[in-house]
Structures are given as C-alpha cells and as structure tokens.
C-alpha cells in the first residue's frame, strides 16, 4: 500500500514570494491533515478536511495560508505571501476517518526554508 | 484545552540500556494517546496508541507504554535500545479528530 506523499520535498524562498505544497493521501482515506512543524516543536494542525470540506482550520492563518481538497483526494496548501517565521516543516497525514482512535499516517514533509 | 508535556528534550542512553521516555498530558476526559517516532528528514510513525482497557500497550519495534490516570502521565519504554532507536519521539493527545503533540523528546544511542 503506497503511503502519504508529498511534493517537493525542500523549496527554499524569499519572504513576500508565494509558495504551493501539494499532498497525495492514501488511497481510500476520506480525512486528510495540514500540520506546521517548527524547528524544536512538535507538530501544530494547521487545517483538516473530511472529503472536501474544512472540518477544523481555527489554527490557519488565513490572512495568507490556504488550503483546498477540491475533489476530496490530494490537497494543497498556499502560503501567499511567505514570512520569515513561515520557514517550517509541514507535514500532511492521512485517516480512513475523523474518529479519535483512527490512526493518522504522515507523509515525509516538505521542508521549507524563507529567506 | 488539551495540552501534553515531554519534560526532557533529549536523552541519551548507551546501546543495550533500558529507555523512559516522560510524557504528561492535561484532558478533561478519557485520553486517547498517542506515541511517535520520527526518524531525521521522515514523516511520523506511530509506535502504540491507547484508548481503554489495559492500562500497558505494547506496539511496535519492542516499545511499550504505560498509562497512568492518577499521575496523567503516559510514558515509554523500550528495555533494551538499539542503536536504530535514535530518532525523535512525540507525544499526543487526541479529541474530535484532533491531535495536541508535545515538542518531542530526541534521543541520542550511545555505542
């Protein structure tokens, strides 16, 4: 079974550019996760969906994070535009569902950097 | 608000010697926690998880867990390490779907 995959996997910009991640989930799994990882901090949800709608963004920073699932299979994320403090990992993960024991499968991260 | 705490943000033991790794969460309900690895430049994996029942987990790669309500702690344990473990392990905690990580614990194997 192919896991979660994510693209690219290193982008390195400039702050004020715009930035785009996009997430393939597991085949069949109807939740997917956004999660910002700062260096020295555990994971933070940015944004999840369930199929194609938002079920939980209080955490996005929407003044310049986006995100969509239009066909409710892969995802991207946007950062417009992108901000010192934006330099992260971020992670998408995967869940057959939204239950609290459903076990959430990660992807390898994107890794970006802003200068 | 849930909340989980990993007080030692890294450890290193020799290879062989047994591993406690701390966590400590706050939930107002029954947990359901979570114990990860993340090996450098890798997503997640899930090591063991609890939700009821039987208060010591067991998952995988020899690690094990114990969930102690009184003391609201869920730590790990591994009795013998093996240089492989060396790696970053995270703490959750889950409610409606969402996670509450801890800032991790690395964990350095000494030869």
């Known amino acids: 079974e192919a896991g979660v995959a994510q693209s690219p996997r290193y982008k390195i910009i400039e702050k004020r550019q715009s930035v785009a991640f996009w997430c393939n989930p597991i085949s069949g799994h109807a939740t997917l996760y956004w999660y910002q990882q700062i260096l020295g901090q555990g994971p933070k949800l940015l944004i999840q969906f369930q199929n194609n709608g938002v079920v939980d963004d209080s955490q996005l920073p929407k003044d310049r994070f986006s995100a969509e699932r239009l066909k409710g299979v892969d995802s991207t994320l946007k950062i417009q535009p992108a901000k010192l403090e934006d330099s992260a990992v971020y992670l998408c993960?995967?869940?057959?569902?939204?239950?609290?024991?459903?076990?959430?499968?990660f992807g390898p991260g994107t890794r970006l950097l802003v200068l | 608000a849930q909340s989980v705490t990993q007080p030692d943000i890294h450890i290193t033991v020799s290879e062989g010697a047994s591993l406690e790794l701390r966590c400590n969460y706050s939930?107002?309900?029954?947990?359901?926690l979570f114990w990860y690895v993340q090996s450098p430049g890798q997503g997640l994996q899930l090591l063991l998880k609890y939700f009821s029942g039987d208060t010591l987990v067991q998952g995988i790669k020899g690690f094990e867990a114990e969930f102690k309500r009184s003391q609201s702690s869920f730590n790990l344990r591994k009795p013998s390490v093996h240089w492989s473990d060396a790696a970053e392990y995270f703490c959750a905690v889950k409610d409606a779907g969402k996670s509450t990580f801890g800032d991790g614990t690395t964990l350095t194997v000494k030869p």
């Open positions: 993960a995967s869940s057959l569902g939204q239950g609290r024991g459903e076990t959430q499968y």
């Open positions: 939930y107002g309900a029954t947990p359901y």
